[in-house]
């Protein structure tokens, strides 16, 4: 169905640095994991915990310090996603796609572009996207066209699918090629005329995300909204580092969530083995190894993703073709890791807490849901052919937003 407009945004706080915004972040992960389970199960968007996600800042933390932004480090952001993965998978999904867009706004936009949208952004407005297309050849495929109407300005044409955030959003970036071919980004009002949002995302995991479709019909876009987002992939760069490695931060998330769940069922619902001949399943000293196991492949999964944060950071400082190509290496490892994390832990979590945690009513299989159907927005196999290329003959990976 279509979905009206967003109500207006809260006016949000201004973060002061990156230990602000872990702060910021610690304590909205504790308040969405609360009824993380029951938005699950309801499909209930949520709308007023984006808010709350406006409110507290942490949606500008990335617009830079001579724009009033806190500027935080990527190490910073990975570890908010991080959080917030764990807590609600669904709700840090969502601004995935706002920071990518910031960040293009950053590597591409105009100084005066620069100055409206950030000052958007410190006030909690919201980017969604318009990115991917479904019907054509591969997803890197776009068909979406922005024509120029004579006037100055340009008309925006299009379907797009798994529109993550649109729903919910202030401003829906629309990826599309000009006339000439060439990759633009066109910052849309999400009630603009022409523009529809029909939530139609009936995926079996991450099912809060309101990743439906977006429809575009002759939507006016002025000059001024539009970014040659083209230039950004004509020079070293990080867009699409840092887009993959907050992907990497929801899946390590997502693994940490599960893991701490089944401890907390195990301690408290799971009954002892038989054999075991201990009072309690949390001293069945088969299920300790087995949860020493699950522990270390978390903490190996958040240390790359750690690393992944040093590396952008490092290559932001000093950038080169080199610096860009490493530090997209470091985040594809980090990923790839995460990846199999996600899945390994969430279908660990029934292995180690028995057959009650299959209930329905308990929900837990929603973060094996939520994993399954994350780790799909990447295939990680073609991350491993770009790390196995630059371990073997020093190959620096292609420029493109997917590494």
Known sequence: MAFPSTAPTPVAAVLRDDADALVQARRLAGSFAVEAADRDRERRLPRTELDELSASGLLAATVPADHGGADVGTRTLLEVFRLLGAADPSIAQIPQSHFAYVNVLRESATPQQKRFFFADVLAGKRFGNAQSETGSRTAQDVQTRLRPTGDGGFALNGTKGYSTGALLAHWIPVLAKDDADRLQVAYVPRDADGVTVIDDWVGMGQ????????????????????????????????????????????????????????????????????????????????????????????????????????????????????????????????????????????????????????????????????????TLHDPVRWKIQHIGRHTLNGTLPPRHGQI
């Open 207 to 374: 099912r809060t995300t309101a990743s439906g479709t977006v429809e575009l019909r002759d939507v006016r876009v002025p000059a001024e909204r539009i970014v040659p987002h083209h230039m950004t992939f004509q020079r070293p760069q990080l867009h699409g580092a840092l887009a993959q490695a907050l992907h990497a931060a929801i899946d390590v998330g997502i693994a940490g969530g599960a893991l701490a769940d089944a401890a907390e069922f195990v301690r408290t619902r799971s009954r002892p083995w038989g054999e075991s001949g201990v009072d309690t399943a949390a001293e069945d000293p088969l299920t300790i190894q087995r949860f020493g196991e699950l522990g270390i492949r978390l903490r190996a999964a958040e240390a790359l993703l750690d690393s992944a944060g040093a590396a952008i950071d490092d290559a932001r400082a000093d950038l080169t073709e080199e610096t860009a190509g490493s530090a997209s290496i470091a985040v594809a490892a980090a990923k790839a890791f995460a990846d199999a994390t996600a899945i390994e832990l969430t279908n660990a979590l029934f292995e180690v807490s028995g057959a009650r945690s299959s209930l329905d009513s308990a929900n837990l299989h929603r973060h094996w849901r939520n994993a399954r159907t994350h």
